[in-house]
């Protein structure tokens, strides 16, 4: 429940905002943004999140850490969309929808804002005039983009701030046709300029109109008996055709769109973006994102939206969208419009080409998704091999890891489980079950040291390897007898440690006095995942040893079933529903019972689950 001193002191707060648009800050007990929105009429959205019975689950679970907030008003919502963009990336909030990496993406940039315009990579975008075209995800892509530009166009490649004073020698690029030599002041900025909107129209995706153009200079040269400039920009259309030639025609009738899709998973997903230029196919981007956990899908396009479209400054003039998250996202189209000047037009198809376009565009989004969690576990598991090698000062990288628990009922029917780890992922093959044999009631170290024995014995007779470290689910007591049971065998060498439950302390072999780790580090929350399985391989063996063993006692006490129609029985029911809740139909469809057994068991086993639970009412 809400502190209600929390709850007045905020209440107080919103009395002061009024009916302004703007962004709103939610914090937490330790004073951190926990998620920041925008608002036209500030007052009335921050109060609505003060109802602990909201139907939204997000705003269900920020009402519970939420102890204070601040506001920041705006003449605007567009101007609110805009500032909330930039507190966002800001304050990285765990409740928002962002994208996932802090990093700047790379752009090309055309700087247009000086003569002579190079063209170059760059991950800052300054408002100078300047032209820049991305952000590219794939900084590798960037760089070979920005080299066909440089081999095709012979643009300036040399920082020189022009026109020179005294006209320079130029470089080895003029002498190779890479470059036109601006340096040698020889050059007119007229024809250079001709050369910058060439590589803006490539850019831009418009090589079809970047060809016609070209090819129609070409003619005029050719008329004019300038063959040498004739055959050059020949060779130019002939590079660009080519690339062009590359790229799948996805649209017929021309056009740019932008063909945005998503895959989501848990509180990550990851956003691909295919750019359509003049109907082709001509690029994909990836972005991970993250806070999707309790976001709706509006949320998520409407972030990425905001995120994405308010840096770039060229955009096409329409982004096909998937329809489950068709809404109205005009305050976001409106902060786009300022920025870019373009105000694009959205759709969300059902069906058609470019529903099948949206559905290619999802797949990619879950293959790229996939692939980024399975490197980030990747990533994670060295990481955490590596700390635990050091922390707890092992000899070799812990590359197999077993870990070993007791499972029991009150003392009955007690078992064993132990499991393995490879590389930081479990090993099914090496999972192994045991019926404990020499112990009887509640005696887990006990039960722990006939285990580890049998474990390492079978291990040495077979002379298989020796796991890199054996966790053992307990305190300090089970630890002892475990590591008795390999000083026996002569390994007390073998590295060995328990982990208790309680408060995830750590304990080794000689000492009683446990340690303590970070339990959110990579290496606690690697140990407490095998400890997990471990609990979880014993306890599901546990519950089946005792309903198999429930169900052969109830079949015992029903009169006219031979063993091997009770074999039966107990294969066909010993994994699935309890026997005594099975319907006739089910009953009937056991091999060897027939339709008029059935119902005599049927019977039978009503009159046992009333005389049960008679006696429970009893006692």
Known sequence: MKDPFVLKSIQEKIKNLGSVSGCYLWKNAVNEVIYVG?????????????????????????????????WIATSTETEALILEATLIKKYNPKFNVRLKDDKRYPFITVSTSEPFPMVFLTRKIRDNGDRYFGPFTDVKAARDTLELIHRIFPVRKTKLKLPLAKPARPCLNFHMGRCLGPCQGNVPEATYNELIDEILSFLEGKKEGLVQKLKKSMLESSE??????????????????????????????????????????????????????GGRLEGKKSFPITGLELSTEEEIIEAFLR????????????????????????????????????????????????KSLLRLAEKNAELSLTERILATKLRDQTVAMKEIQEKLKLPHLPRVIECYDISHFQGSLPVASGIMFVEGKPYKPGYRHYRIRGYEGINDPGMMHEVIGR???HLLNEEEPLPDLIVIDGGWTQLSRAAEAANALD????????????????????????????IHSPMMRLLRMVRDEAHRFGVTYQRVLRKKKTLKSLLDDIPDIGAVRRRALLRYFQNKKKVEDATLLELGTVPGIGEKLAEKIWEELQKLKKSRLIGQRTE
């Open 38 to 70: 925008k608002a036209v009429k500030l007052e009335s959205r921050v109060r609505s999140y003060l109802n602990p019975n909201h139907s939204d689950p997000k705003t269900r679970a920020l009402y519970l850490e939420l102890q204070d907030f601040d």
């Open 307 to 354: 995120d994405y479209y308010l840096k770039v400054t060229f955009l096409p003039s329409l982004i096909i969208l998937p329809s489950k998250a068709k809404a109205n996202y005009s305050v976001t189209l409106e902060a786009i419009k300022e920025h870019t000047g373009v105000l694009p037009k959205l759709k969300f198809p059902d069906g058609g080409q470019k």
């Open 224 to 277: 004019k008996l300038e063959y040498e400039r004739a055959g050059y920009l020949k060779n130019r259309i002939d590079q660009i055709v080519q690339i062009r030639e590359k790229q799948t025609v996805v649209s017929l009738d021309g056009g740019d769109e932008d063909i945005i899709a998503f895959a989501r998973r848990d509180n990550e997903g990851q956003v691909i973006l295919l750019e359509v230029r």
């Open 455 to 457: 474990r390492l014995s």
């Open 491 to 518: 390994l007390g060498q073998l590295p060995m440690v328990g982990l208790a439950k309680k408060r995830e302390e750590i304990y080794f072999p000689g000492e009683k006095d446990p340690y303590t780790f970070d």
